[in-house]
């Protein structure tokens, strides 16, 4: 029997993923480029701050200016080196923020561009071209961002799972 209950109702761990889609696939180029790393950012603080010391000091890592993990270059590599995000994840996460980096400092930016085009080619979690279907720079970004945002969509309760605990070393 096909359960009827709406999507929010039987899928609640996706609602936030269903928020970014609807919202992703309205945007303009520079738009999409920065919800889905804004996006990323934000499932990387919450998988950190999940995985360390439940205290005030993994918020002082994470949260204010100049906090050491506020950004996502540092998030990103912060996860990787506590095994949060696999090598691949990480790898693909620096694509993708280069991509946005390019969009947020340069107001002409195109999935157009040469350099742009290039950073999307090479994303490992895209989609790509097919028979006679040209997915294209946008099309690459966005699946290959979309992929790694449902990866780690679930990544904050599982890290949490794993939380670390602080224990008395020997002496």
Same mark, same amino acid.
């Given at each position: 029997?096909h359960?009827?209950r709406?999507?929010?109702?039987t899928h ?5 993923f269903?928020?970014?889609l609807d919202?992703s696939?309205? *945007?303009?180029?520079r738009? +999409?480029?920065?919800i889905?790393? &804004?996006? !990323?950012?934000? =499932?990387?603080e919450?998988s950190?701050? @999940?995985f360390?010391?439940?205290h *005030?000091?993994t918020?002082? +890592?994470?949260d204010g200016?100049? &906090?050491? !993990?506020?950004t =996502?270059?540092?998030?990103a590599?912060? @996860? ?12 693909e996460?620096?694509?993708l ?6 969009f ?6 195109s999935?157009s ?5 290039d950073?999307c080619?090479?994303l ?6 097919y ?10 970004y966005?699946?290959a ?11 904050p309760?599982?890290?949490g799972?794993r939380?670390?605990?602080?224990s008395?070393?020997?002496?």
């Amino acid at each position: 029997m096909h359960d009827q209950r709406p999507f929010e109702e039987t899928h609640p761990h996706l609602r936030e993923f269903k928020e970014f889609l609807d919202a992703s696939n309205k *945007e303009s180029e520079r738009g +999409l480029a920065l919800i889905c790393a &804004a996006m !990323l950012d934000d =499932l990387l603080e919450k998988s950190i701050r @999940a995985f360390l010391l439940d205290h *005030e000091a993994t918020a002082r +890592l994470l949260d204010g200016f100049n &906090a050491p !993990l506020g950004t =996502l270059s540092a998030r990103a590599l912060a @996860a990787f080196a506590l095994g949060v995000l696999s090598e691949k994840e990480y790898r693909e996460c620096e694509k993708l923020r280069k991509v946005r980096n390019i969009f947020a400092h340069n107001i002409h930016a195109s999935f157009s561009d040469q350099n742009v085009k290039d950073l999307c080619a090479n994303l490992e979690l895209s989609t790509k071209d097919y028979g006679e279907v040209r997915v294209g720079a946008r099309g690459q970004y966005a699946t290959a961002a979309t992929a790694l945002i449902l990866n780690l969509t679930n990544r904050p309760h599982y890290a949490g799972l794993r939380r670390l605990k602080y224990s008395r070393w020997p002496y």
